[in-house]
């Protein structure tokens, strides 16, 4: 076939033969046989998707700017016309323009292994600019912030901010399964000094745990955590129904007192009696010891409602157990509680040989007014009486 465009007349052949020697390392000619094609008449998303790959190659960058736009405008998913503005702005050095057009073409055509070659190599030279552009930026914030970050009065939010806009953290909001409360701050894990009654209850650890022992080698049953009920379409986003890898044993269940395992647990039961628990119908409080068996997971999920917290005090942890909030991962530690927002994905895991045991409890968020608990419990009550 001849390859002077000006000898043809069929503007689809000369897009065919364009591609074949834009494949063969030919720019020139391939953009000429492309120009040619719109000559003729053909104008559609990838004779100018080879007339900017042509230009390019040629670093017309001029032209394969205006190319790539005329291809994206009769495709916006045309993701190697978004890898050529992207080179444009790279050979430009203008950086942020670049990255931009990197990541847009692989959030359109993402890499994986069954690409053409000569397209996946494209692909693998944007992803690898992605990177080191992300990483010449993440460099550069550094140097500005960080005297910020260094001083004696940065918080740990003003480090969070810098993660975020670095992509080193992400944005995790409640999202309950039933009921969400607006305008609640967002903690993953609440701060110590808004449970003033924290430290008491520590002061108990050795007498619960004491009462722990005595439950385990009584041989009390810790049924399965997650039970299935035929009255309601299956929910196991944990993935552990009726699973007694995590297993529960309750001093009070769904809002009701279990008298038998409170008579076996006098201190434990004080305790808690002791704490702003959140009594709402049906639905709480939950209070139980929780046992979590060697090598098994619990896979994230996310509570029902966000106007209450849960506390946990650990009691038996062995090693390489975990427990992550959001972006905050930490382990247990023997009589330090915490309290978190359950509404917020979360996870946890024991890695070892051995049992893992925490007392879980639910109270009331501190910011919540008496006329606002009020609301929660009737919105709840008034969910089971229907």
């Known amino acids: 076939m001849s390859r002077n465009p000006l000898s043809m007349t069929d503007p689809q052949k000369c897009l065919g033969e364009a591609i074949v020697i834009l494949r063969e390392n030919q720019p020139e ?11 003729l008449g053909l104008d559609d998303t990838t004779v100018w998707g080879v007339i900017a790959l042509a230009n390019r190659d040629l670093a017309d960058y001029e032209n394969a700017q205006l190319a790539a736009d005329r291809a994206i405008a009769r495709d916006p998913r045309n993701a190697r016309a978004y890898i050529v ?4 702005f790279y050979a430009q050095e203008n ?21 053409v070659q000569e397209i996946r190599v494209e692909f693998l030279r944007a992803q690898t600019r992605v ?33 975020l806009l670095l992509g080193k953290r992400k944005q995790y909001y409640p999202q309950p399964r039933h009921i969400m409360y607006p305008g609640l701050p967002i903690h993953e894990f609440h701060p110590r000094e808004s449970f003033p009654w924290l430290e008491t209850l520590e002061g108990q650890t050795e007498a619960i745990l004491e009462e722990l022992k005595g439950l385990i080698s009584g041989g009390s049953t810790f049924n399965a955590y997650l039970e299935s009920n035929t009255d309601r379409p299956a929910f196991d986003s944990h993935g552990m129904a009726d699973n007694d890898d995590w297993g529960a044993l309750y001093l009070w269940r769904n809002g ?26 049906q639905r ?9 068996r060697p090598g098994a997971k619990i896979p994230p999920h996310n509570g029902m409602i966000n106007t209450r917290l849960i506390g946990h005090l650990p009691l038996i942890i062995p090693e390489n157990c975990g427990f992550r909030v959001g972006n905050t991962t930490r382990s247990w530690n023997v009589g330090e509680a915490f309290l978190f927002d359950d509404t917020i994905e979360h996870e946890a895991w024991n890695d070892s040989n051995e049992d893992r045991f925490v007392l879980i409890f ?24 229907y």
């Not at 000619?29 to 000559?39: G, I, S, W």
């Not at 990483?135 to 009065?153: C, G, K, S």
């Not at 647990?265 to 702003?276: D, F, K, R």
Request: with cysteine; aromatic share 4%; proline share 8%.
């Open 362 to 385: 639910e109270v009331w968020r501190p910011e919540l007014t008496e006329a606002e608990q009020t609301l929660a419990t009737r919105m709840l009550t008034a969910v089971d009486s």
């Open 95 to 115: 950086m942020k323009a670049a990255a931009a057009f990197y990541r847009q073409a692989l959030i359109i055509n993402p890499l994986h292994p069954d690409m």
């Open 256 to 281: 009701e007192p279990v008298p038998e395992n409170q008579a076996l647990c006098p201190v434990t039961t004080a305790a808690m009696n002791a704490l702003p628990l959140v009594f709402s119908g």
């Open 131 to 163: 990177q080191a552009l992300q990483q010449a930026f993440a460099d550069h914030m550094t140097r500005e912030v960080q005297p910020l970050l260094d001083e004696a009065q940065s918080t740990p939010r003003m480090q969070a901010a810098v993660d």
């Open 29 to 39: 000619a391939a953009r000429n046989l492309a120009q040619r094609a719109v000559e």
């Open 284 to 292: 709480c409080p939950n209070i139980l010891f929780s046992r979590l």
């Open 85 to 88: 503005k992207a080179d444009v």
